[in-house]
């Protein structure tokens, strides 16, 4: 390649991806897997830099085989799908036959869980040529892949939901030989002409209106303390009570556990019922108190009655018994488990199980430490 002109390419591509590094940071709003995307990125940068030093020894294939339109098609994915909770996820996948187990990585999970989507950037003929065993020896085509993910998806419902898969083509329309070729994985076709340009509103609250909710500690906690019932307005002499105040003056949390009452059956466990009694009778005031024993009139105590796979993990630092015992027990009745216990969840994830769950914000108990605290107006401190 002329070296002049290979400079402009890697200067093409460079700024492509800085403005894609930009485009990542500031609009993508996800935590989860972004980090990963954001590393995946600056390694293009860096890969150019190193390009850039060289021109002369620079080839075709170099900018060609660049990872970066792979990662702007998914860039533009995340943004253009509803509700996206992660990209890059990557999930366990138990293989059929008893042939051990395996990781997926998913591109995009959206709809809160309920979509997860596989961006291809490749040519369609490329796609064709690969299905048609004229790849690499041993690379797998995509309709493989596919199938996969399918596979993998049954094992990983969202509250007890099909998770349904999607794959998504940036580089021109599916053909008639690609479309059948994929038209047995069991997985749904996007096309440009069938993509989003923006993201249509949320639908509300994600868990299902039939779903019974299974209520942990954090949650009973969370429901009838004094913070979340219109006592935040308050500096206590400990600092994380004092955070817990502000936060909830800018985010009730009330409301939202109100509005996901509404309706719906309740439960807990016998260990968790335990649990929030022993903590209420220890540190819980009078009104505190009193709005427990109308939450426990409201609630359905079952046994504890953890699932296989929840008495499965390993007890860790953040995998305790009885939260393995509550979340194990809503995973046998099929209930969603309302927590903020986000860190047995992703414990748990690490492992490889992913429980049903709401997650929401803590609070503690703090009525009977108010006599100690002193009037704040959070509003006006932002």
Not at 61 to 86: I, R
Not at 198 to 218: E, I, K, Y
Not at 241 to 253: G, I, W
């Amino acid at each position: 390649m002329d070296e002049v002109k290979c400079l402009k390419a890697i200067h093409e591509k460079l700024d492509e991806a800085n403005n894609l590094m930009q485009k990542c940071i500031i609009e993508l709003d996800v935590e989860n897997g972004k980090a990963k995307l954001i590393r995946r990125i600056d390694a293009e940068i860096k890969f150019l830099n190193r390009l850039r030093e060289c021109p002369a020894k620079v080839r075709d294939e170099n900018l060609v085989c660049s990872n970066l339109t792979h990662l702007s098609t998914l860039v533009s994915c995340a943004l253009g799908q509803p509700n996206v909770v992660s990209v890059l996820q990557p999930f366990h996948y138990t293989l059929p036959d008893g042939g051990g187990s395996s990781r997926i990585v998913v591109d995009v999970v959206a709809d809160h869980g309920l979509t997860w989507l596989k961006v291809v950037a490749r040519n369609p003929q490329s796609v064709i040529q690969l299905s048609l065993g004229e790849g690499e020896f041993g690379r797998r085509s995509l309709p493989e892949q596919l199938k996969d993910l399918v596979a993998c998806s049954q094992q990983h419902t969202y509250l007890y939901q099909a998770v349904q898969v999607k794959v998504f083509f940036s580089a021109g329309s599916l053909v008639g030989p690609l479309r059948e070729l994929l038209a047995g994985t069991g997985t749904q076709l996007l096309e440009d002409s069938e993509f989003p340009v923006s993201p249509p509103p949320s639908a509300g609250l994600p868990v299902p209106p039939d779903s019974p909710l299974n209520l942990d500690v954090s949650c009973m906690l969370t429901f009838v303390s004094s913070l979340s019932n219109g006592r935040c307005h308050l500096r206590f002499t400990d600092d994380l009570l004092t955070d817990q105040a502000h936060r909830e003056v800018m985010n009730p949390v009330k409301p939202v556990l109100d509005a996901l009452f509404q309706g719906r059956s309740l439960m807990c466990t016998q260990c968790a019922l335990q649990d929030f009694l022993a903590i209420l009778d220890t540190v819980g005031g009078f009104h505190e108190k009193e709005r427990a024993s109308q939450l426990i009139a409201r609630l359905r105590v079952v046994p504890d009655q953890p699932s296989e796979r929840a008495l499965a993990l390993n007890t860790k630092a953040k995998v305790k018994l009885r939260p393995k015992i509550i979340f194990g027990t809503g995973d046998t009745y099929k209930a969603v488990t309302v927590t903020s216990n986000g860190g047995f969840l992703r414990a748990a994830l690490a492992q490889g199980v992913k429980f049903a769950a709401f997650v929401h914000e803590s609070r503690a108990l703090t009525e009977s430490k108010e006599h100690l605290a002193v009037p704040c107006d959070y509003t006006q401190e932002g």
